[in-house]
Nanobody
Framework: QLQLVESGGGLVQPGGSLRLSCAASGFTLDYYAIGWFRQAPGKEREGVSCISSSGVNTNYGYSVEGRFTISRDNAKITVYLQMNNLTPEDTAVYFC??????????????????WGQGTQVTVSS
């Protein structure tokens, strides 16, 4: 059974950094694009970043571009989201998701078939 498990969330001060991990089980990542999404209380789930199955193509939401970096290690069946210069507006539950895909990737949540349970990120002083 295909599963995704996020980890690495926590409490961090403004300006700090966190690295989230998305570990896959039950499948190999080689043929899947992976996306990161987040949802703050009372808000819609928004796309943060994605990476294509090859790792060549990436996309970022405008609010995180230049601060967040997505990467993947197919050998470890893990995708990472490095988050730098965090602000309180980044506080949310972060989810990773997968879709069988070649070529580019999307940060539209409706494009994704498999979802993890999420990890909480709180940015506060």
């Amino acid at each position: 059974q295909l599963q995704l498990v996020e980890s690495g969330g926590g409490l961090v001060q403004p300006g700090g950094s966190l690295r989230l991990s998305c570990a896959a089980s039950g499948f190999t990542l080689d043929y899947y694009a992976i996306g990161w999404f987040r949802q703050a209380p009372g808000k819609e789930r928004e796309g943060v970043s994605c990476i294509s199955s090859s790792g060549v193509n990436t996309n970022y939401g405008y609010s995180v571009e230049g601060r967040f970096t997505i990467s993947r290690d197919n050998a470890k069946i893990t995708v990472y989201l490095q988050m730098n210069n965090l602000t309180p507006e980044d506080t949310a539950v972060y989810f990773c998701a997968a879709v069988s895909s070649w070529g580019t990737c999307s940060i539209a949540k409706d494009d994704y078939a498999y979802w993890g349970q999420g990890t909480q990120v709180t940015v506060s002083s």
